[in-house]
């Protein structure tokens, strides 16, 4: 638990820094930007799963990689979501404003709805990237095999 608590923190403070750049580059407006929280997302899992696989090498199998990638992928986007919920209720409720004009389907979106699409946006990368990197350590320590 303390790896997926290390490195679900640093993708927090990763997407929250590239929130953090694009507000000041006047970027944040550009919604397909967001793709690279996949980037940011797919380090943490690596680097989690790789430092797993190195602390515990007789429980790292499978099933027990992807369940901590998963954790890792709560952890980093629970609180990202909780903050941009508060950010867009207090801080810049313009930007919620924006986004339900010109967003698709923006007319619908409401804080609750957005924290909700981001924690299931996040699952559903988790669990791709999850599978993914599992996939790729298993290839390499049956190389190393």
């Known amino acids: 638990m303390k790896i997926a608590l290390k490195y679900g923190t640093l993708m927090f403070l990763g ?22 929280n996949f980037i940011i997302h797919s380090t943490g899992v690596f680097y989690a799963l790789k430092e797993y696989q ?29 903050f941009m919920v508060v950010y867009l209720t207090f801080i810049e409720p313009e930007f919620l404003s924006y986004l339900q004009e010109y967003a698709l389907h923006g007319a619908y979106i409401t804080t609750g709805k957005l924290f909700l699409g981001l924690c299931m946006e996040a699952v559903g990368s988790g669990v791709l990237i999850s599978y993914l990197v599992m996939r790729y350590t298993v290839m390499l320590a049956s190389e190393k095999a």
């Open 15 to 36: 997407y929250f820094l590239l929130f953090a750049i694009m507000k000041f580059l006047n970027l944040y407006h550009i919604i397909e930007l967001r793709a690279l």
């Open 54 to 82: 190195k602390a515990s090498p007789e429980n790292f199998g499978y099933v027990s990689g992807f369940v901590e990638g998963m954790r890792t992928t709560l952890i980093g986007a629970i609180p990202f979501a909780l």
